[in-house]
């Protein structure tokens, strides 16, 4: 029996590589295996990295957009971070080599590219909806403001409640135009951003250039009744 059994023990070493451990000095090994858990490191870092795209499939547009709300300066952010993530995505590299190990990664690539796509799109079309309202709200109250203000008369035949009242509006005018400029100007800001990157606006979208238009006509009203009021001023305080 122990003639057969050293027989098998022979051929099995023969058909293996396990004495060489034996043969090998300890300090060479330990340097194998360190190369071999430093390029496990990288291999699982690049592995992790593909994974925290998981957030994508995790998240819901729905949860982003009520987390910005109608912020339309934070909305900018958001969608400018989300393009340049899928602009990062954008590359010939489909694989990477570390040490002997060869990573592919050409078909995860493409289901983030199609998912970040789709991202976008909902992105695109909850921003525009708040952009949208935020526009129509601010060419109301310029509209508004035109027509009260093309309504004052300050000359002798006015009453002199309407024209304190006149005055006073047109005051306040002129506080509320430096405000409003800044807004109008935001506001066309992120329609050329929607625009840069080709979203399909609504048939109802109203264009920011006629909020534009008529922020210019009440900018315009607005000098002149200031120039009316400068002029009447002496004749109102006697």
């Known amino acids: 029996f122990e003639v057969f059994d050293s027989v098998d023990n022979e051929s099995r070493n023969k058909g293996t590589f396990d004495r060489l451990v034996h043969e090998i000095c300890p300090e060479s090994l330990s340097k ?5 858990e430093l390029h496990m490191e990288k291999i699982c870092e690049i592995v992790k990295q593909w994974f925290s795209y998981q957030t994508l499939w995790d998240t819901r547009v729905s949860d982003v ?11 900018n952010t958001v969608l400018g971070e989300a393009t340049e993530a899928r602009n990062a ?3 010939s590299i489909t694989s990477c080599d570390v040490g002997p190990v060869s990573i ?3 078909k995860v690539q493409s289901q983030i590219n199609l998912k970040y796509d789709s991202w976008q799109k909902e992105l695109q079309s909850c921003y525009a909806a708040s952009l949208g309202q935020k526009i129509v709200e601010l060419h109301g109250k310029v509209c508004d403001a035109k027509s009260k203000l093309e309504d004052i008369t300050l000359d002798g035949s006015t009453a002199t409640y309407d024209i304190v009242l006149g005055v006073t509006f ?6 509320n135009l ?9 506001l066309l800001s992120s329609e050329r951003l929607l625009k840069r990157q ?7 979208w109203m264009e920011g250039s006629r909020l534009q238009g008529q922020f210019q006509n009440l900018e315009n009203i607005l ?12 004749l109102l305080q006697t």
């Not at 957009?65 to 909305?75: F, P, T, Y």
């Not at 047109?170 to 506080?175: F, Y």
């Not at 080709?198 to 109802?204: A, G, S």
Request: glycine share 6%; charged share 30%.
């Open 198 to 204: 080709r979203h399909t606006f609504r048939p109802d």
């Open 89 to 91: 995505l954008d590359s």
């Open 65 to 75: 957009a009520g987390a910005v709300g109608d912020n339309i300066e934070l909305w």
């Open 223 to 234: 000098a002149r009744r200031s120039r009316s009021m400068d002029e009447q001023m002496p």
């Open 178 to 186: 430096v405000h409003w400029g800044e807004d109008v100007t935001m």
């Open 32 to 36: 194998a295996y360190i190369c071999i």
């Open 170 to 175: 047109i005051q306040e005018m002129k506080e």
């Open 104 to 106: 592919k990664f050409d």
